[in-house]
């Protein structure tokens, strides 16, 4: 089956513009998402110097069969290391782009880098990213490719002693939460929680943590000084959570997809939020701080107001030139789930022209407080709208600044392909998980690929489960030809979050 090939109105390479050749030389992007969970593959290492506290790290128990525990490495590899870096490779152009194998081969056959190629192939051939594979991050070959600097997604452990555009202390700074309420944006008021201190060694401990120096968790049966300052860190942080008025919302450090981030609305979700922070995200997030990241303070935690009865959910997605210079990419109303994790974006064509105008002066302050701090790339900030009384005007609370390459990116570029040469005037983006092949969902959908409605920008056939990962944009006529549309997906595959 041929389908129509994919235009796109531009690219992070036409967006970098010169910089793609600048004081840095020849960059190319890594796209791969780190866990501090787990380690993604036997090729990419867990991140323990730079804490993400996603949806995997928050839904994991602290002890959990090896057969879960596998399975569960798997799924975060096909997303961390295939599904997200060829959907931010797909709006990349012709530049390189580094992804890592979710099975660790490497190899010009590994099944991985087949399925990137499959869905780079969706995009006209000068649109389409050079795709350099590799088994894990130390198997970069920088000068054989033509490679001088490295653009990181977000902070990788085994990224370290890399050449960086952006160095790994300040790619995770900017895109933390206590910067954000720090910054002087405009963004909900807030209180942090920081830790004051860290654990001290194993070897410092009871002979419980000496036979166990390389868990990564204090053992729940210390005798000695570390279990007891574990048992005390928790205690005040449970209790500053009990003392916030309600309703508010808690937010860790670092967060991606909505992990990890907690609206609380009633006693009841107070008393769920220190269970699972008492049994789940505490004892493996404060026991990770030590002497190589206390600096970075991954372990605060962010207290704020909640935005009562927001008007809108926004994402905003733009592109930071090295001059300081802000590029409007779009606007996009965000789809969340009863957990608050984001899995999708709507976006309106027509509406563009006077969102551009609505967006600009936020989009230019934000902007300016990236620039002060040497950023340049594409960047998203997710913000609520809120009515201030009649006949006043709305006023914009930014929620969460995602300084990278955002969900919602390719929404933006899709204007030409959807609603200039195709009447699509509407369209949205997410992520699914289904019982078929690429080819068979193809086949199922057919009239809507060759028509060009759907376009995959992501995609991981599993074949050990039979379960597929894709990420879609959909386009429709109009709102409700879109929510017919989705349905119908919807029908065969289940929306899925990261």
């Not at 009990?242 to 979700?269: C, E, H, M």
């Not at 620039?371 to 790339?377: D, N, T, V």
């Amino acid at each position: 089956m041929r389908l129509p090939q994919v235009t796109l109105d531009t690219t992070l390479k036409e967006l970098y513009g010169n910089s793609v050749h600048g004081p840095e030389g020849r960059i190319a992007l890594v796209q791969s998402v780190g866990c501090t969970e787990l380690a993604p593959s036997s090729k990419v290492g867990r991140n323990s110097k730079y804490l993400y506290v996603e949806s995997t790290f928050c839904s994991t128990a602290l002890k959990c069969s090896r057969e879960e525990r596998t399975e569960i490495q798997r799924t975060v590899a096909i997303k961390f290391l295939s599904l997200i870096p060829q959907r931010d490779a797909f709006c990349a152009g012709n530049m390189p782009i580094i992804i890592f194998d979710p099975d660790g081969s490497g190899k010009e056959t590994a099944h991985g880098k087949v399925e990137a190629k499959k869905t780079m192939s969706n995009l006209t051939a000068d649109q389409r990213s050079k795709i350099l594979y590799f088994a894990g991050p130390k198997d970069i070959s920088m000068e054989a490719n033509g490679i001088d600097s490295l653009v990181a997604r977000l902070a990788l452990d085994d990224l370290e002693g890399y050449p960086l555009v952006i160095d790994l202390d300040t790619n995770y700074f900017l895109n933390s939460k206590l910067a954000l309420s720090e910054s002087g944006l405009p963004s909900p008021k807030s209180v942090s929680l920081e830790l004051k201190d860290f654990s001290p060694a194993p070897t410092e401990c009871c002979a419980v943590c000496m036979s166990r120096d390389g868990e990564v968790v204090i053992p729940d049966d210390c005798t000695g000084v570390r279990g007891r300052w574990l048992k005390n860190r928790i205690r005040d942080i449970l209790d500053h959570v009990s003392a916030q008025p309600i309703p508010f919302v808690l937010k860790n450090q670092q967060t991606f997809g909505g992990g990890g981030t907690f609206k609380v609305s009633s006693r009841k979700d107070v008393a769920d939020l220190k269970a699972l922070l008492s049994t789940r995200i505490l004892p493996k997030l404060l026991s990770g701080v030590g002497p190589s990241n206390a600096h970075l303070k991954p372990a605060t935690l962010i207290l704020s107001e909640m935005v009562q009865d927001p008007i809108c959910d926004w994402g905003l997605t733009f592109f930071v030139r090295r001059s300081g210079q802000c590029v409007y990419l779009s606007a996009t109303q965000q789809i969340l789930d009863p957990t608050n994790a984001w899995i999708g974006s709507n976006i309106s064509y027509p509406a563009q022209d006077q969102l551009r105008q609505k967006f600009t002066p936020i989009m230019l302050e934000i902007g300016a407080w990236l620039h002060s701090y040497g950023y340049f790339g594409p960047c998203g900030a997710d913000m609520l709208e809120e009515a201030q009384g009649d006949h006043m005007p709305t006023t914009m609370k930014i929620v969460d600044l995602n300084v990278r390459t955002s969900g919602s990116l390719t929404l933006g570029l899709l204007k030409g392909h959807f609603s200039e040469q195709r009447g699509l005037h509407h369209a949205t983006c997410f992520a699914i998980s289904v019982d078929m092949t690429r080819e068979s969902f193809i086949e199922t959908f057919e009239a809507d690929f060759t028509d060009g409605r759907i376009v995959i920008i992501g995609w991981y056939d599993d074949v050990p489960s039979g379960t597929s990962y894709g990420y879609l944009v959909v386009g429709a006529t109009d709102e409700e030809d879109l929510g017919r549309r989705v349905a119908g997906v919807k029908k065969l595959a289940s929306v899925m979050h990261f």
